[in-house]
């Protein structure tokens, strides 16, 4: 007697595909996560030395630090949308933060809330969005570490 073992290949070509779509769909997902994560680090970084070249110790100073980050381009998601709920603020002491202190050193820029829209981990109960926020500090000139 002897035994059939066709269609085992489509079966287990079947398998494989969708594992491997599953793959691809994490590939993507994650990828871009870390593209979106990455340019809201770098427009962090700039703004807040952008910021802080601007502060001088004058009466005028604040609103120069804050036109200068106005003025950076600040898109991510490959260029697409625009930065909403960015935060500059400054500190003196770098230990507390105020959107206008007295005296300036430091300037510190925060992207709180950009949402990268979820794809494929989503078919198998992961999240719709995933959150990348991303701060930097930037002083005018050296900074001494306190121990």
């Given at each position: 007697m002897r035994v059939r073992k066709r269609g085992f290949v489509l079966i287990a070509m079947s398998v494989s595909m969708v594992l491997l779509l599953a793959f691809?769909?994490?590939?993507?997902?994650f990828g871009r996560i870390y593209i979106?994560?990455?340019?809201t680090q770098l427009f962090t970084d700039a703004a807040a030395m952008a910021a802080a070249s601007k502060l001088d110790g004058s009466p005028g100073s604040l609103d120069a630090a804050h036109a200068a980050v106005d003025r950076l381009p600040n898109r991510w998601n490959l260029g697409s949308r625009k930065f909403t709920g960015v935060i500059v603020e400054f500190s003196a002491d770098?230990?507390?933060?105020?959107?206008?202190?007295?005296a300036a050193r430091f300037a510190r820029v925060t992207a709180?809330?950009?949402d990268v829209d979820i794809l494929f981990?989503?078919?198998?109960?992961?999240?719709?969005?995933?959150?990348?926020?991303?701060?930097?500090?930037?002083?005018?000139?050296?900074?001494?570490?306190i121990q």
């Open positions: 691809v769909g994490l590939a993507l997902d979106a994560r990455n340019e770098g230990r507390q933060w105020e959107a206008t202190p007295d709180p809330a950009n981990l989503r078919a198998v109960g992961g999240p719709e969005k995933f959150t990348v926020p991303a701060r930097s500090v930037a002083s005018v000139g050296p900074v001494r570490l």
